[in-house]
């Protein structure tokens, strides 16, 4: 079993910027791929951004050269650095690991999640 634990959350205007976080811990929670995922009211959810086991990184298109995806040195906190924020990012957001299959950003190939952290931005 892996734990995910998200933080950073948070109300901003639209431009403005929120850093996420997410610490696991559990079995060899270290050796995971960890991504951030977001589900708006009445939408699926979708990918936003992964971090492989092997360091490689994924980037929704719609995210791509405004949010970048890290993690510390023990690869058990993965971090999600959110810049020029804008209303349709507003949506509950979610840590995932351990994953399996095909296609890094699709959320049904990820095996732990957490409990969620609310983003709202504002125009």
């Known amino acids: 079993q892996v734990q995910l634990v998200e933080s950073g959350g948070g109300s901003v205007q639209a431009g403005g910027s929120l850093r996420l976080s997410c610490t696991a811990s559990g079995d060899v929670a270290a050796t995971h791929s960890k991504g951030w995922f977001r589900q708006a009211p009445g939408k699926e959810r979708e990918g936003v951004a992964v971090v492989s086991a092997g360091g490689n990184t994924f980037y929704a298109d719609s995210v791509k050269g405004r949010f970048t995806i890290s993690r510390d040195n023990a690869k058990t906190t993965i971090f999600l650095q959110m810049d020029n924020l804008q209303p349709e990012d507003t949506a509950m957001y979610y840590c995932?690991?351990?994953?399996?299959?095909?296609?890094?950003?699709?959320?049904?190939?990820?095996?732990?999640w957490g409990q969620g952290i609310q983003v709202t931005v504002s125009s």
């Open positions: 995932a690991a351990h994953f399996s299959g095909t296609g890094w950003l699709r959320p049904k190939n990820y095996r732990y």
